[in-house]
Structures are given as C-alpha cells and as structure tokens.
C-alpha cells in the first residue's frame, strides 16, 4: 500500500511515460488485461443471467459483468468482445 492508504490496485490510470530505472513501466490494467480471463462467470453473481465478466474496469483492475457496472459507471472501462484478440509475442 502507498503512503496515500489506497491499494495498488485503486490507484488512476498512469501513463506510458513513467520510468523506473530508466525502463518504461507497464501500467497495471495493462498488466490485468492480459492475464484476465473473460467470459467466465461472475463469482458474485453466479445465480444471475448474462453474468459472464466481459468488462475491465480500468482503474479498480478488475474484471466485471454486467451486474457489476453501475458502481463503477463513473470510471474508465474496456468492454471486451469475442472478436478482440490478445496475442502475446515473445520475442
């Protein structure tokens, strides 16, 4: 946890541009996006219908289904669609 008592997770967007050691650093919904599974269903609303986490909500970094939105309504989301394709190259 930061000296501001929010978790790393909660912390806003950061840009591209920030360097730690001379390196760029990744931000961490990058970071989430790409490990994330989507399209499982939602732990919370496992009763419910249409209740596969297909959004990330870019700022809490975590993965959200429909019944999970309007809390976080407010903050920067990414919808992801079974079109999107995520590779990840090594090179």
């Known amino acids: ?3 501001s008592g929010q978790a ?6 950061q840009s591209f541009n920030t360097h730690e050691a001379g390196l760029a650093s990744i ?3 990058l970071e989430v996006l790409l490990a994330k ?4 269903s939602c732990l919370v ?6 209740n596969e986490e297909n959004t990330l909500c870019l700022d809490c970094c ?7 939105l309007p809390p976080h309504k407010a903050h ?3 919808q992801v669609n079974f079109a999107n394709v995520i590779t990840q190259t090594t090179f």
């Open 37 to 40: 599974e989507f399209f499982n």
């Open 27 to 29: 931000p961490r919904w």
């Open 45 to 50: 609303h496992e009763a419910e219908k249409k």
């Open 76 to 78: 920067n989301l990414l």
């Open 8 to 13: 790393e997770s909660e912390q806003p967007l």
């Open 1 to 3: 946890m930061e000296e």
């Open 62 to 68: 975590t993965g959200l289904c429909s019944h999970c």
